[in-house]
C-alpha cells in the first residue's frame, strides 16, 4: 500500500527555517514525481513545489521561489523541501504527493503543519 508520511512541521518565527520530510513506503520512489502543496486556513490547497522522475527537474510557485528548495533522497526514500526566509504567509498544513509526473496528483500525504509567528 502506498503511504506518505510528512514531518517536520512545527512553530517557527518570521525569517527562520523548517526542513520537511516526505516518507515513502510501499511503493519504488524513484518511479514518482513528488510534489508539495500547502493550504492555509479558508484557502484552497495550492501547489508549492515538485520534483519530477528521472532527471529531477524541479518547479516553484513564485511565492516561494529563492526561498524552498526540493530535494530527494531515492535511497533513503524520502523527499525534503528545505524552507528558509519564513513569512507569516507561508502559515499553512503542508501535504506531499506522487504522481507519475508533475502537474498532476494520484496520492496524498497526511499533511504536517507549518506556522510562522512572532
Known amino acids: 500500500q502506498l503511504q506518505l508520511v510528512e514531518s517536520g512541521g512545527g512553530l517557527v518565527q518570521p525569517g527562520g527555517s523548517l526542513n520537511l520530510s516526505c516518507a515513502a513506503s510501499?511503493?519504488?520512489?524513484?518511479?514518482?514525481?513528488i510534489g508539495w502543496f500547502q493550504q492555509a486556513p479558508g484557502k484552497e490547497r495550492e501547489g508549492v513545489s515538485c520534483?519530477?522522475?528521472?532527471?529531477?527537474?524541479?518547479y516553484y510557485a513564485d511565492s516561494v521561489k529563492g526561498r524552498f528548495t526540493i530535494s530527494r533522497d531515492n535511497a533513503k526514500k524520502t523527499v525534503y523541501l528545505q524552507m528558509n526566509s519564513l513569512k507569516p504567509e507561508d502559515t499553512a498544513i503542508y501535504y506531499c504527493?506522487?504522481?507519475?509526473?508533475?502537474?498532476?496528483?494520484?496520492?496524498w500525504g497526511q499533511g504536517t503543519q507549518v506556522t510562522v509567528s512572532s
Open positions: 520534483i519530477s522522475v528521472g532527471d529531477g527537474n524541479t
Open positions: 510501499g511503493f519504488t520512489l524513484a518511479y514518482y514525481a
Open positions: 504527493t506522487a504522481s507519475p509526473r508533475c502537474g498532476r496528483v494520484d496520492y
